[in-house]
């Protein structure tokens, strides 16, 4: 996004709908809020329009705005940058729950299942598709933070997504037997092989998980 929204356009952001992000207007400020990133079009009938990860941002910031006081331009600026979207495999430094993740995640999970909608034989969503094969470590990833599973974080356990030897198979590993299991339903209900493992030299248990295939 090169420039702030103007009057116009916000009024549709924050008009969007809570849950779905659905927004509704004239079709050429949904057309100039898909060319500022803040929107998309959905590519099956009817197409409606909807908030992009960014486009929740500068909602929940414009609403942040109304009961809060004002900061310094430079800490507003810096807190507002977007940011692209990035499954969590585990481990990653300075992470952030919220509800504004909450938000990127559904989005693209549902994104997700339209790849696979439109990608897979017969549109089947039950299944992992040819470009989650090709990402295989973020694709697991997002399918376990969308099914609510939290990611390790600092001091805080949680689950780690790592490459492995095999082809089309990643390791799971929790320090949690309860949560490894929830883990592995989490993978099993988005479309993936999962298979559970004694790690070598007494390194605790792990998941093996590859996209089915049929």
């Known amino acids: 996004m090169t420039r702030p929204p103007t009057a116009a356009q916000l009024r549709v952001i ?11 207007g004239s ?72 509800p504004a993740r909450t938000r990127e995640v559904r989005t693209a999970w549902q994104g997700l299942l339209e790849i696979r909608r439109m990608t897979n034989p017969g549109g089947a969503t039950d299944r992992p598709c040819a470009w989650e094969r090709g990402r295989l470590t973020h694709s697991a990833a997002l399918a376990l933070e969308a099914a609510g599973r939290a990611p390790a974080a600092g001091s805080a356990p949680g689950y780690r997504v790592t490459d492995t030897p095999q ?32 790690g070598a030299r007494g390194g605790g248990r792990y998941l093996l998980a590859s996209p089915r295939r049929a």
């Not at 924050?14 to 509704?24: D, K, L, M, V």
């Not at 590519?43 to 960014?54: A, K």
């Open 14 to 24: 924050e008009a969007a709908e809570p849950e779905t992000g659905r927004i509704t």
């Open 27 to 98: 079709p050429a400020l949904l057309a100039r809020l898909v060319v500022l990133k803040l929107a998309f079009r959905h590519p099956r009938p009817p197409h409606d329009h909807f908030l992009t990860p960014e486009g929740h941002r500068v909602r929940e910031a414009g609403a942040a705005t109304d009961t809060a006081p004002a900061r310094p331009q430079q800490q507003q600026t810096a807190e507002a940058s977007p940011g692209v979207f990035a499954a969590r495999l585990g481990g990653e430094p300075d992470v952030v729950a919220g």
């Open 167 to 198: 082809p089309e198979a990643v390791a799971v590993r929790h320090p949690d037997p309860a949560e490894l299991a929830a883990c592995a339903a989490a993978l099993e209900q988005a479309g993936w092989q999962v298979s559970e493992h004694a």
